[in-house]
T-cell receptor
């Protein structure tokens, strides 16, 4: 049972560099989301997708892009890394069943430092 | 908009002590409520959930009851163990929006032997 797989687990970047955080799920979930976790702030939604080809912005989308070409994958791109993007990033997925009451499943996170 | 207010931490307890972590919420409609746990260096795991008023979620000795009248979902455990040391997040999902959880800020629990 792989569940939600995130890579890499750790990454250090220099300001201005770009990179892609990978997220894959093998549960055939339609819904996928990206969150960032910062000390004392809980988790905040960056972008989400309700199905292949459909994405939308969350609370804190600036500086990030996403795409959803397949049901399984939902990569998050940092276009030009900034120190304010130093954070732990979590990908989550869920099924639309049970009228929206099903929980989200989370990956183990990517710890990203921007120097 | 939706919001979750969680008891500020950190909380430090001795083994076998009683635990309560308070959580209150503001939401439109009838949200589903969740507690997630994050062990050091790991991702979030669902601990328990409740999807309608008066439901009680329970798992691993933890319990929480969905109280619509007080808009609360407090987490309790009768006897904590060292292995319960973690960060606990209260979260809600409202309006059938399966893509978005609204989280509290998290409460760090440390249990000493």
């Amino acid at each position: 049972n792989a569940g939600v797989t995130q890579t890499p687990k750790f990454q250090v970047l220099k300001t201005g560099q770009s990179m892609t955080l990978q997220c894959a799920q093998d549960m055939n979930h339609e819904y996928m989301s990206w969150y960032r976790q910062d000390p004392g702030m809980g988790l905040r939604l960056i972008h989400y997708s309700v199905g292949a080809g459909i994405t939308d912005q969350g609370e804190v989308p600036n500086g990030y892009n996403v795409s959803r070409s397949t049901t399984e994958d939902f990569p998050l791109r940092l276009l030009s890394a900034a120190p304010s993007q130093t954070s732990v990033y979590f990908c989550a997925s869920s099924s639309p069943g049970d009228r929206g009451r099903l929980p989200q499943h989370f990956g183990d996170g990517t710890r990203l430092s921007i120097l | 908009g939706d919001s979750v207010t969680q008891m500020e931490g950190p909380v430090t307890l001795s083994e076998e002590a009683f635990l309560t972590i308070n959580c209150t919420y503001t939401a439109t409609g009838y949200p589903s409520l969740f507690w997630y746990v994050q062990y050091p260096g790991e991702g979030l795991q669902l601990l328990l959930k409740a999807t309608k008023a008066d439901d009680k979620g329970s798992n691993k000795g933890f319990e929480a009851t969905y109280r619509k009248e007080t808009t609360s979902f407090h987490l309790e455990k009768g006897s904590v163990q060292v292995s319960d040391s973690a960060v606990y997040f209260c979260a809600l999902k409202s309006g059938g929006s399966n893509y978005k959880l609204t989280f509290g800020k998290g409460t760090l629990l440390t249990v000493n032997p």
